[in-house]
C-alpha cells in the first residue's frame, strides 16, 4: 500500500520521500473530539445570528477559528467584519467547548507516537486552533513526544489551511525540515489540501462522517480510516523509506 503511494508522490513532486517528521492535526486526528467542536460551533454561531450546521464545521475544520467566523459572516451578512470582532465570536465558541465533556484521545495514538520516536523520527503538531486550554492539554498528554517548540497553532501563521503556511511552519518549528522530509496527518479537507500544498507525504485518516473520496480528491496520497490503522503499517512504511 505504501510503495504505491510513495512512487507516486516521489513522481508528482519530482522529490526523494525520506521522512524525518510527522506532523499531525489536533481535532480528529489525535482526538475524538469533532462532534463536540461541532456542537459548540453550531451553538456560537446562532448566538451571534449566523445560520451554521455541523456539516459547515467539518468542512471548515482546520482553518483559524477567526477565519471561519469571517467568511459565514460575509456570506450571511454581505459585508467584511473585523479580525477583533471575528476573534470574540470565536471566543464564545471556546468558551462553550471548553463547558462541554471532555474529548479522549483516540486508540491508537499513544501508539504510533511510541513507533514514530522509536524510529528516530520527530514530531509536531498542526493546529488551527487559537485555544490556549487545548494547547496545554496537549502538551500534557503528550509530554513524553512534545514540548510547546513543537505545536504550531493559529497564532503562528497570519494565512490559515488550506494554505500551505501551517505545515510550512510546522516543519521549520520541528527542525528547518524539507517538505519531502515531512508526513502530514489529517483529517479535514483543507488540512488536506494544507499537506499537500506544503508538498508533504499526506496522510489522510477518515475519522468523521464525509466521503473516502472528499479526502482523496484533495490530493490525500494514501487514506486510512483510523489512526490505529497508521499504527498498524508504520512498519510498512519504514520497510519502503528505506529499501
Not at 50 to 68: H, L
Request: proline letters at 4%; one cysteine or more.
Amino acid at each position: 500500500m505504501f510503495q504505491e503511494a510513495i512512487a507516486q508522490y516521489n513522481e508528482k513532486t519530482q522529490q526523494f520521500f525520506a521522512p524525518k517528521v510527522v506532523l499531525f492535526d489536533m481535532d480528529g486526528v489525535l482526538y475524538d473530539s469533532m462532534p463536540t467542536h461541532a456542537k459548540a460551533w453550531q451553538k456560537a454561531m446562532k448566538e451571534c445570528g449566523i445560520t451554521f450546521t455541523a456539516e459547515d464545521a467539518y468542512a471548515t475544520e482546520g482553518a483559524r477559528g477567526v477565519d471561519t467566523v469571517r467568511k459565514y459572516a460575509k456570506e450571511q451578512w454581505g459585508k467584511e467584519i473585523s479580525e477583533s470582532e471575528a476573534e470574540k465570536m470565536y471566543q464564545l465558541k471556546a468558551h462553550i467547548f471548553q463547558e462541554m465533556p471532555k474529548t479522549h484521545i483516540f486508540d491508537g495514538v499513544i501508539d504510533l507516537m511510541k513507533k514514530i520516536k522509536s524510529s528516530g523520527l520527530k514530531i509536531g503538531i498542526v493546529t488551527g486552533s487559537g485555544q490556549r486550554l487545548l494547547i496545554e492539554r496537549l502538551l500534557s498528554d503528550f509530554k513524553d513526544f512534545i514540548d510547546e517548540s513543537q505545536v504550531t497553532t493559529a497564532f503562528d501563521v497570519k494565512r490559515g489551511k488550506p494554505n500551505p503556511d501551517p505545515y510550512l511552519a510546522g516543519l521549520k518549528k520541528a527542525g528547518n525540515f524539507a517538505p519531502w522530509e515531512g508526513i502530514v496527518v489529517e483529517n479535514a479537507p483543507l488540512g488536506v489540501r494544507a499537506g499537500v500544498a506544503a508538498k508533504c507525504f499526506t496522510i489522510a485518516v477518515n475519522s468523521g462522517p464525509l466521503s473516502d473520496e472528499t479526502l482523496i480528491n484533495e490530493g490525500a496520497n494514501i487514506l486510512f480510516h483510523t489512526i490505529k490503522d497508521v499504527a498498524n503499517g508504520w512498519d510498512e512504511l519504514l520497510k519502503v523509506t528505506k529499501a
